[in-house]
């Protein structure tokens, strides 16, 4: 696939145009309000072409604005299995969230009452597919790699966890509206050449959480887009959460969940800083 980007980002100029652009400028990813970044045309479905344009960044959007679904994986780093003391599967264990679960890199989230008690956060790598994929084999699987994005798989632990309450699916804990944040930026993979060397930090109200390396992982990217592909298409735009590492608050001694207010920020190496306010509906 042809790079016409290094990092896309979606905003609004001083007059509230929507537009995308092109981040070529790593040092600008802690603050992008006020960046002056090069203009593209196009969108997800027509493809992006580079122009000769500017324009300021007033506010920062989600990069995506939409997603068909989302791909999610469970228990993909080894270290996090070893934290949850549970067995590595033979495969990779997929769940889903639909498309309303799609929230801003800066967005407050609103929390219902139902998912606020054990409210947890997963600080994962956003994988966005480019073009229609269907059995795609591994050694190709990156050509159908968009870009890469911070993700925040937020997890309401009560409704996930007990078998009685679950029967053992991960889907309804995870698929309330604005449950997958994503953004500031979709780096392509001209700016991240390999997607199993990116470290990772969470944090939770400025306090490191997570920190990691996605060389943890148990099935690389290659591995989850062939396999999650398989007799499946998986349409462009598509984003596949590909797991989080050890640190989650649910396996932490003592246990510690989200609060009202509680700021979290999830940093990939080079992809800027996913950072939402939880919101806790009355």
């Not at 068909?68 to 067995?87: M, Q, R, S, T």
């Not at 084999?137 to 994005?149: E, I, K, M, N, T």
């Not at 979709?186 to 959480?209: C, H, I, K």
């Not at 207010?261 to 509906?281: A, K, P």
């Amino acid at each position: 696939m042809e790079h016409t980007f290094h990092r896309l980002v979606r905003f609004e100029d001083g007059n509230g145009t929507t537009l995308y652009g092109d981040v070529t400028d790593p040092s600008v990813l802690s603050d992008l309000v006020g960046a002056t970044v090069a203009v593209l045309d196009g969108d997800l479905d027509t493809g992006f072409v580079k122009t000769t344009r500017k324009a300021i960044i007033n506010k920062v959007l989600c990069p995506l604005e939409r997603v068909p679904y989302f791909v999610c994986i469970g228990l993909n780093y080894k270290k996090h299995a070893e934290e949850a003391n549970l067995a590595i599967a033979e495969n990779p264990v997929i769940f889903a969230k639909p498309p309303d679960a799609l929230a801003g890199p800066s967005s407050s989230i609103p929390i219902p009452l139902l998912a606020q008690p054990r409210l947890d956060y997963e600080g994962e790598l956003g994988v966005v597919i480019g073009r229609d994929a269907r059995d795609v084999p591994a050694a190709s699987a990156l050509s159908f790699v968009l870009g890469y994005v911070n993700a925040n798989d937020l997890s309401a632990r009560h409704l996930q966890m007990p078998a009685a309450v679950s029967g053992g699916q991960f889907c309804f804990a995870k698929s309330f509206d604005g449950f997958a944040p994503l953004g500031p930026v979709v780096a392509s993979p001209a700016a991240v050449p390999d997607p199993q060397a990116l470290g990772l930090v969470t944090r939770v109200n400025g306090e490191t959480r997570q920190e990691s390396s996605t060389a943890d992982m148990i099935w690389g990217v290659r591995e989850l887009v062939a396999f999650a592909s398989q007799g499946t298409t998986l349409r462009r735009g598509t984003v596949i959460l590909t797991g989080t590492p050890s640190g989650v608050g649910l396996f932490m001694e003592p246990q510690r969940f989200l609060e009202d207010g509680d700021v979290v920020e999830v940093s990939f190496d080079g992809l800027g800083t996913l950072r939402n306010t939880m919101q806790f509906q009355k």
